[in-house]
């Protein structure tokens, strides 16, 4: 199989919103002192130190988006079969990206210094929305042009 840049930047992508989706399910089995690492709301640590539902049932909401993603990225890259809402899905996931790598830009310093949780994970969601992007330009490509994606 070859696979254009833009395929690579997007398999990047699903594999990166796939490993964030493992990495917030285990938040759950880890427990409180892993949710306060991943900087989660206060009301998700309290409840995973109280065991009530609120942050195992949040996290797999999450997990489950972030796994959604991956199979829209991988769908688009012809991994997988094509999925409905295929082109719309992309732009929204790449917008969606892009501004969680965007609007933590201000909370980088915090009255304690720099964040470097912040800046790490603003900077991969980031990159995961110019790789969406990217995706979404070459589906509309592809559509537009009537060809059909063969791998």
Known sequence: MSFSIQSKLLFSAGVIASASAIWHLLCILAGPSWFAFARAPQQ???????????????????????????????????????VPLLKSALITIAMICLLRG?????????????????????????????????????QYSLGKLGTQKTS
């Not at 949040?58 to 079969?81: E, N």
């Not at 609007?103 to 929305?129: K, R």
């Open 44 to 82: 998700i640590i309290d409840s995973s130190i109280q065991g009530t539902l609120l942050a195992p049932i949040g996290t797999i909401i999450v997990a489950s988006l972030m796994f959604a993603c991956t199979i829209f990225a991988f769908s688009a890259i012809g991994l997988i079969r094509k």
């Open 102 to 138: 965007l609007i933590a830009v201000p909370t980088f310093v915090t009255p304690s210094g720099l964040d470097t949780w912040q800046i790490v994970a603003s900077t991969v969601w980031l990159y995961v929305g110019i790789c969406f992007s990217a995706g979404s330009i070459e």
